[in-house]
């Protein structure tokens, strides 16, 4: 799952704060009873990253590639892997996803809101910065970097590579800045983009390139493969996207 998709399980879980935990299980082994009693604080997520947050701990959940979260809707014959209980009658149950329990310093200490793009705290010249830290990384890689940006997934990536006409394989180091800020905004204008469908009830984005078999701008064949240290598949067309070298 990508930032706005997270984003919007923030909003969409909102109207449980404040509400008390009265009781707390699952197939995570962790201290429950750090959380049984306890009135959850804030919801709110750093990139792929949801937080649930109560008075000296917070739940961090990733929901992976297939992860997912049912509000007083169990489904039915599969274990979840936390499901929560509150004080008036809301049942959360979270499937397929990553749970772990942190002490609330650690998740500031861990977790910087400044490097989410869909935050209003990014700071872009770090993430530029960042970026150039990484020398031998592939553009592909960097925007999936969650210490570089924090949010965009597989689908952003080759979204905003096509939008800004790079090629993947390029070496992050050969873009030039003002290419590579471009790309980072648009990264940043695409995941709000996403974010205002699915508040429209519109799971997915509207897309150019990703899963495309032609080329939209000049009616090429799109092609696809594995690459890069993360090994995620990219899309892009020979012709439309520069190759920085």
């Known amino acids: 799952m990508e930032g706005p998709g997270v984003r919007r399980i923030v909003e969409e879980l909102a109207h449980l704060t404040g509400r008390t935990v009265t009781a707390a299980e699952g197939s995570r082994r962790i201290d429950y009873g750090r959380i049984t009693g306890q009135r959850l604080q804030r919801v709110h997520c750093i990139g792929k990253l949801l937080f649930l947050e109560f008075p000296e701990v917070s739940l ?18 599969k ?37 989410d793009v869909m935050d209003d705290r990014w700071d872009e010249d770090r993430a530029i910065e960042l970026a150039r830290e990484k020398d031998n990384d592939l553009i592909c890689d960097t925007l999936l970097d969650q210490e570089v940006l924090a949010g965009p997934g597989n689908l952003i ?10 090629h993947p394989a390029s070496p992050t180091r050969c873009i030039p800045d003002g290419k590579l800020r471009g790309l980072f905004r648009e990264v940043r204008d695409f995941s709000i983009r996403w974010l205002e469908r699915k508040r429209q009830g519109n799971r997915k984005p509207v897309t150019a390139i990703y899963q495309k078999g032609t080329c939209p701008s000049c009616g090429g064949k799109v092609r696809s493969g594995r690459m890069g240290r993360f090994n995620r598949i990219s899309f892009w067309c020979p012709v439309c996207q520069d190759e920085y070298r």
């Open 157 to 166: 990536k080759n979204e905003a590579l096509y939008a800004e006409r790079i």
């Open 79 to 115: 274990s979840p892997r936390l499901t929560l209980r509150f004080d008036d009658g809301s049942r959360l149950d979270l499937y397929t996803t990553a749970v772990t329990m942190l002490a609330n310093r650690e998740v500031a200490q861990l977790h910087d809101p400044a490097r």
């Open 60 to 77: 961090r959940i990733h929901f992976l590639m297939w992860g997912r979260y049912r509000l007083n809707d169990p489904v039915e014959g």
